[in-house]
């Protein structure tokens, strides 16, 4: 019997090495180093309460500081330069503003409570509003993100809609993915979808937020691969290259692919295949932690920021020296 039993502890010991090996990556490059942060909670200038998005344009931070229903803007070392957008629903109003998005000059804004994607000048000024609350082609029921191909096309985040819309620049509707309302875990479904982006080749990148995993597609709808816990299939958890709810995801300079991992305060780097090549940050108010990283932007630099929602702040990093 003592044989038996050591048996099968022993297989069930090899299992898991197997499966930590096969599931867990290892990390191929150093942790990102802290450089600053600045913040804190207030309605003043340069003080956010929930700072929900970031984007970065030459040498300025854009960052959605949501409950105070503006954006502020910074220069790369975190001072102060202006801020436009008040709370509510008319032109040049936000209502709950989240991931930002600057293309060809213009800021998008995704609206969560207005349901709509807003766009203004880099100066502030309201430009136009693309879409409006619904559950019909072009509609929003609480859009999350918003990538622009280069020929103006909006690829839209519907967390609700349990969807992403691809729109033309004037916001008819193109095609989705997804099925509207329903929630799901296997390829072309989503589970609550946060963000999206696109890569230079014009790649489909989508944050599955509560699937716990990113999703790709080809630049004519179809699907590429997933990853994100075993087999990308909603399992979350706090290991290498698995994800507890992912809410923003931007690519750097060199193509690799940063995902905002929420409740596992962190920020994770991936190349644009998929593989896990670094990550940095864990729980706590100290400089070097997160109290849920929602955003994350990178400059031509290759700097990180990081919106801190917990601690009401924006954090920056870079690689580490070799």
């Given at each position: 019997?003592?044989?038996?039993?050591?048996?099968?502890?022993?297989?069930?010991?090899?299992?898991?090495a197997?499966?930590?090996?096969?599931?867990?990556p290892?990390?191929q490059?150093?942790?990102?180093?802290?450089?600053?942060?600045?913040?804190?909670?207030?309605?003043?200038?340069?003080q956010f309460?929930?700072?929900?998005?970031?984007a970065?344009?030459?040498?300025?931070?854009?960052?959605?500081?949501?409950?105070?229903?503006?954006?502020?803007v910074?220069?790369?070392?975190?001072?102060?330069?202006?801020?436009f957008?008040?709370?509510?629903?008319r032109?040049?109003?936000?209502?709950?503003?989240?991931?930002?998005?600057i293309?060809?000059g213009?800021?998008?804004?995704?609206?969560y409570?207005?349901?709509?994607?807003?766009?203004?000048?880099?100066?502030g000024?309201?430009?136009?509003?693309?879409g409006?609350?619904g559950s019909?082609?072009g509609?929003?029921?609480?859009?999350?993100?918003v990538?622009?191909g280069?020929?103006g096309?909006?690829?839209v985040?519907d967390?609700y809609?349990?969807?992403?819309?691809?729109?033309?620049?004037?916001g008819?509707?193109?095609?989705q993915?997804?099925?509207?309302?329903?929630t799901?875990?296997?390829?072309?479904?989503?589970?609550?979808?946060?963000?999206?982006?696109?890569?230079?080749?014009?790649?489909?990148y989508?944050?599955d937020?509560?699937g716990?995993?990113?999703?790709v597609?080809?630049a004519?709808?179809?699907?590429?691969?997933?990853?994100?816990?075993?087999?990308?299939?909603g399992?979350?958890?706090?290991?290498?290259g698995?994800?507890?709810?992912?809410t923003?995801?931007?690519?750097?300079?060199?193509?690799?692919?940063?995902?905002?991992?929420?409740?596992?305060?962190r920020?994770?780097?991936?190349?644009?295949?998929?593989?896990?090549?670094?990550?940095?940050?864990?729980q706590?108010?100290?400089?070097?932690?997160?109290?849920?990283?929602?955003?994350v932007?990178?400059?031509?630099?290759?700097?990180?920021?990081?919106?801190d929602?917990?601690?009401n702040r924006?954090t920056?990093?870079r690689?580490?020296?070799?």
């Amino acid at each position: 019997m003592r044989k038996v039993i050591g048996g099968i502890l022993m297989a069930m010991v090899i299992l898991v090495a197997m499966g930590w090996i096969v599931f867990v990556p290892r990390a191929q490059e150093p942790p990102y180093e802290f450089v600053k942060a600045w913040g804190g909670k207030g309605s003043e200038p340069g003080q956010f309460s929930d700072p929900t998005g970031i984007a970065v344009a030459g040498n300025e931070v854009f960052v959605a500081d949501s409950r105070n229903g503006r954006i502020q803007v910074f220069d790369l070392d975190g001072k102060f330069k202006r801020q436009f957008g008040k709370p509510g629903d008319r032109v040049g109003e936000l209502g709950r503003p989240m991931n930002l998005t600057i293309h060809d000059g213009e800021l998008y804004v995704p609206e969560y409570f207005n349901d709509r994607i807003q766009v203004f000048g880099l100066d502030g000024t309201p430009r136009r509003i693309i879409g409006g609350p619904g559950s019909g082609p072009g509609e929003f029921n609480a859009p999350g993100g918003v990538a622009v191909g280069n020929n103006g096309e909006l690829y839209v985040a519907d967390f609700y809609g349990q969807r992403v819309q691809a729109l033309k620049p004037d916001g008819a509707f193109i095609r989705q993915w997804g099925t509207t309302g329903r929630t799901g875990h296997g390829a072309g479904a989503f589970h609550y979808p946060t963000d999206v982006a696109l890569d230079q080749t014009g790649n489909l990148y989508i944050a599955d937020g509560y699937g716990n995993r990113i999703q790709v597609f080809a630049a004519d709808g179809a699907f590429l691969r997933k990853w994100g816990g075993p087999f990308a299939r909603g399992i979350y958890g706090p290991f290498n290259g698995w994800f507890s709810t992912v809410t923003s995801i931007a690519f750097g300079p060199r193509g690799d692919l940063f995902a905002a991992d929420f409740h596992n305060h962190r920020v994770q780097k991936f190349s644009p295949e998929s593989t896990f090549l670094t990550s940095f940050g864990s729980q706590g108010a100290g400089a070097e932690r997160f109290e849920y990283a929602l955003a994350v932007a990178v400059a031509k630099d290759g700097s990180v920021f990081v919106a801190d929602l917990g601690n009401n702040r924006i954090t920056k990093w870079r690689t580490a020296e070799p």
